[in-house]
């Protein structure tokens, strides 16, 4: 277990660099969005250019997160019976979940990904709008962004049955992080012993 222990760290490594770059992604849409209405406004002029490199960045941000997002526990989960069962027992749903789920639909989506963006490559493929962009690098997209959720799918799997074994910490516990709830019970408790004291 502890090769793959070392893969799930190297793999949680990798999606933690792509999640730091990714950033970078959302705000050149934004300065682009932003370039683009001041030409619009100012000289009266703009191009589809700008409004499908804003699609591109946006596409790019989104599936290239996918794994950061997974990596982060952010993805969005229903909590109502969830919330209530044993970590263990939502341990064993998460396995269930990643093993059935998660990665069979990833390899799917990388049987038929692959091949269509060979082909818009291949073939050049343009926007059909007037200034518009070619197609290949936003189609790139979908196999790089799915790839990258297939590798992090591997390593929550790895690391959820080493915690069933016992052999690791819980791997979905947010480390020093308390949620909104949890802070606003904290600033009330707080409140009510300063005035139980006098203080406030």
Known sequence: MQPLLKLSRAIDWLT???????IWLILGS??????????RKVFNTSSNAYLEVQWYLFAASFLLAAGYTLLQGEHVKIDVIYGRLS???????????????????????L??????????????????????LIRWPVYLMIPVGFVLLTLQGVSELIKRIAFQ??????????????????ELAEEIRRL???KARGEA
Do not use: H
């Open 87 to 109: 970590r263990r027992t939502q341990n064993m749903i998460d396995i269930f979940g990643f093993a059935v789920f998660l990665l069979p639909v990833c390899l799917v989506v």
């Open 111 to 132: 049987w038929y990904g692959v091949p269509f963006f060979l082909q818009g490559y291949r073939s050049g493929e343009v926007s059909s709008n007037a200034g518009g």
């Open 16 to 22: 933690s660099l792509v999640g730091k770059w990714v």
């Open 192 to 194: 009510a012993e300063a």
């Open 165 to 182: 074994m016992g052999l690791i910490a819980d791997p979905a516990a947010k480390k020093g992080e308390k949620s909104a709830e949890e």
């Open 30 to 39: 934004t300065v682009i969005s932003a370039v683009n209405a001041i030409i």
